[in-house]
């Protein structure tokens, strides 16, 4: 087995990808990679010699546990290449433990990084704490303890401990604010980057409201005016709208965590902390939903709705005579339980949460699935796949987003928010053919330029019968936009670059003075599509060969 594992760890070698197609090999000089697959695996080894070492030297006499960790025995805990070790107060251990990291080092040749390693101590007095930093090479941290980025507190978090989490957001934002970014670039940065930071601290605390709070301003000014001045730029789109899932119509979706506590850690919160106190102090709408079952449902021996006016409780229900032990307050509110039968509970079994979804089913309780009760609700909307799919053009579909839920500052909409002076308004007519003024049905497709730009594009693909009217389209998206077929995604591209590139024609003659022919622009959203068509990993397929020769691609050209 060690022949194996070294063969693979000396035996490593590397080649470099250039525009998707690997080259050369060299060998690695520092065995394995990180995240090859072996590496967690030999890590979980090598680390369970050290947890092995130090449960023999727990055996010795002159060692004492942390007053925490005295029951469950904890001496480590690890995680990737992180390791805390609990020991209790006193020269005497402290010696014990670092005795048996040096045997460690020796045996393994894994030496702790001295700038990186830190000890901690509470309720120690200065004698002492001098005696162990004379024992240990380490230098004395701070409390509160960070592991992972977060801090490690027994008490709720206060705004103070949470700042680092605001600091971090506003330095990716200051970072970012020299890039020229589009709305859909903001938009992917905010979902992968700024949404996982405040996901991961909310995966461990409940963060305070004010916390909460700042760091969703943050991120939506980020995500409209690029993180500059507040109030510089007007959000398009409500924020509770953009947080919205994509098929209800909002712009991203929200990561979730699906965590399960291991028996180990039960273990030490039941023992430390009052059982049921993680429960006890749920939102109370959180609560109701949160349900306790007797052993099998199916021997419950009354209406199972009944379930949902009981809570989670430490208390037992039912005693060893097979009676009920309800509340005495209980009866008082539920004058029906005096007649309630109790169930004939099924041998051997255990009592079980369950979770009230909503649409009424008891399923496994999930953080998605109280998220999934608890967030803002919209209707389905039938577009979803018509601006968010695979192929799309990033920026385009953010912008046909933008046009379905019709949030363009056109003029129509100008009048409506009574902006700039009457006369101004009165004035006001579609720059594109200088003739009414611009909406969005207006100008995707009927304005005159608009219309002649569409007559245009539709030819090159199979929507000849699409009038000239956003009607028109949206009966067409409702029938195709849920197509995976390869003719009605480049119909897909065809309707979100032209609204794109006619938006873009419209602010250029209202605040540059730049006009383009109609031929002009139909011609720069043709290009545009058929370089996408032309990334496309389509192979060889017969069934395509027409398309590819409509748009004038090679067969050996996508991909």
């Not at 959203?525 to 058929?530: E, K, Q």
Request: glycine fraction near 6%; proline fraction near 4%.
């Amino acid at each position: 087995m060690v022949a194996w594992i070294m063969a693979c760890v000396t035996t490593v070698s590397y080649s470099v990808s250039l525009n998707g197609e690997l080259h050369g090999y060299f060998s690695g000089k520092r065995g394995l990679r990180q995240g090859d697959l072996m590496s967690p695996y030999l890590f979980t080894l090598i680390m369970e010699v050290l947890s092995l070492m130090l449960q023999k030297m727990a055996l010795n006499p002159a060692f004492k546990f942390h007053s925490h960790c005295s029951k469950q025995k904890i001496i480590n805990v690890s995680f990737a290449d992180d390791l805390f070790v609990f020991v209790n107060g006193d020269t005497g251990s402290v010696k014990l433990v670092r005795n048996v990291l040096e045997k460690f080092t020796s045996v393994s040749g894994l030496v702790p990084s001295l700038p990186k390693s830190t000890v901690f101590f509470c309720n120690v007095p200065s004698q002492v704490k001098a005696e162990i930093l004379s024992l240990l090479p380490f230098r004395e941290g701070e409390l509160p303890v960070r592991y992972l980025g977060v801090p490690l507190i027994s008490t709720k978090l206060s705004f103070r401990d949470c700042r680092v989490l605001v600091e971090r957001m506003e330095r990716k934002v200051d970072n970012w604010m020299s890039k020229l970014l589009s709305f859909a670039g903001r938009l992917e940065l905010l979902n992968s980057v700024l949404a996982a930071m405040y996901t991961y601290w909310a995966s461990v605390f409940i963060l305070p409201m004010r916390i909460v709070k700042d760091l969703e301003k943050r991120m939506r000014r980020f995500l409209w005016n690029g993180g500059g001045a507040p109030g510089s730029i007007r959000s398009k789109v409500a924020w509770k709208d953009v947080c919205l899932p994509k098929d209800e119509g909002g712009s991203w979706n929200p990561k979730y965590l699906r965590c399960e506590q291991s028996t180990y850690d039960v273990a030490y919160l039941e023992h430390y902390y009052q059982p049921g106190i993680l429960v006890g102090q749920m939102d109370p709408f959180l609560q109701d939903k949160r349900q306790k079952f007797l052993g099998d449902s199916k021997s419950w021996g009354f209406d199972l709705e009944l379930a949902k006016d009981f809570i989670y409780s430490s208390v037992e229900l039912v005693d060893a005579n097979g009676n009920w032990r309800w509340p005495q307050a209980w009866y008082d509110l539920f004058p029906v339980l005096i007649n309630v039968m109790a169930p004939s509970l099924v041998p051997d079994s255990v009592d079980r949460l369950g979770w009230r979804e909503v649409g009424g089913k008891i399923v496994h309780f999930s953080s998605w699935e109280a998220w999934n009760n608890l967030r803002v609700r919209d209707n389905k909307v039938a577009w979803v796949n018509m601006v968010w799919y695979g192929q799309c053009i990033p920026r385009h579909s953010f912008h046909l987003w933008l046009v379905l839920k019709n949030k363009l500052k056109t003029q129509d909409r100008l009048a409506v928010w009574e902006a700039g002076s009457e006369t101004n308004l009165r004035l006001m007519c579609c720059p594109l053919c200088n003739y009414g003024r611009d909406s969005r049905d207006h100008l995707f497709f009927q304005c005159s330029y608009a219309a002649k730009i569409w007559s245009i594009v539709k030819e090159k693909v199979d929507m000849v019968n699409v009038k000239d009217s956003w009607s028109s389209i949206m009966a067409w998206i409702e029938l195709n936009a849920s197509s995976k077929t390869l003719e009605h995604i480049v119909c897909k591209l065809v309707v979100a670059a032209s609204t794109y590139f006619i938006w873009q024609e419209r602010n250029n003659r209202l605040f540059s003075n730049i006009h383009r022919k109609e031929e002009m622009v139909a011609q720069i959203i043709l290009d545009m599509v058929r370089l996408r068509i032309m990334s496309f990993k389509i192979g060889r397929h017969g069934n395509y060969r027409k398309l590819l020769e409509t748009w004038g691609v090679r067969e050996d050209e996508p991909g």
